[in-house]
């Protein structure tokens, strides 16, 4: 789904992109990777919090960046409000 998420055209990644995406209130969802720094699940942790934004922490860096075609990625956002609840279910599910 992310990867489908990705070729639409509607996922940022890395943390500059995922965090100018939140403050714009344009991210429908933040993903972040399971193997980031603490600093970096807080920062997103607060700042999703803030800006009311669906945050889940998933995977390795590894896998967050295959999962779009990258070779890894700390963190991504989903800009699209549908591909965001259908990948949201997804994680849910797993």
């Known amino acids: 789904m992310i990867g489908m998420a990705m070729k639409a055209g509607k996922v940022v990644s890395g943390e500059f992109a ?3 995406a939140v403050k714009a209130g344009k ?3 933040v993903i972040v990777s399971e193997t980031a720094s603490e600093n970096t699940k807080k920062k997103f942790r607060n700042m999703c919090d803030y800006y009311r934004v669906p ?3 998933f995977g390795e860096k590894e896998e967050l960046g295959h999962a779009i075609g990258k070779e890894f990625r700390a963190s991504l956002a989903v800009l699209d409000a549908g591909l965001a609840k259908a990948i949201e279910k997804n994680l849910i599910h797993e």
């Open 18 to 20: 995922t965090e100018k």
């Open 55 to 57: 945050l889940h922490f």
């Open 27 to 29: 991210a429908a969802l």
